[in-house]
């Protein structure tokens, strides 16, 4: 059974930066897509960053502030977030899909999360 868990998050002012963590526990994530998912209060869960066949991709609305590492030998993928905004207050979550895809439906396996809020 795959566990995930998130640490990092907190409170922060506009224009600060925070940097959160993931830990996968298991084998075989450097095959798996990997990345981190928010859901702001009363929307939807959305994609904000992740790995997928070697390749990084982001949603628009957070490129140039958020940067996704990884490091397969400690299976942890971490989201460096600068520049943060009022409109970035989300609980943050880590999954993993064992193909390729970082679709919120086709993820396999999600953490519990971790809150992060953005003052102005």
């Known amino acids: 059974q795959v566990q995930l868990v998130e640490s990092g998050g907190g409170l922060v002012q506009a224009g600060g930066s925070l940097r959160i963590s993931c830990v996968a526990s298991?084998?075989?994530?450097?095959?798996?897509?990997m990345g981190w998912f928010r859901q702001a209060p009363g929307k939807g869960r959305e994609f904000v960053a992740g790995?997928?066949?070697?390749?990084?991709y982001y949603v628009d609305s957070v490129k140039g502030r958020f940067t996704i590492s990884r490091d397969d030998a400690k299976n942890t993928v971490d989201l460096q977030m600068n520049s943060l905004k009022p409109g970035d207050t989300a609980v943050y979550y880590c999954?993993?899909?064992?193909?390729?895809?970082?679709?919120?439906?086709?993820?396999?396996?999600w953490g519990k999360g971790t809150l992060v809020t953005v003052s102005s």
């Open positions: 999954a993993v899909n064992r193909g390729t895809s970082l679709e919120v439906g086709n993820m396999d396996y």
């Open positions: 298991g084998r075989g994530f450097s095959s798996y897509a």
């Open positions: 790995f997928s066949r070697s390749r990084t």
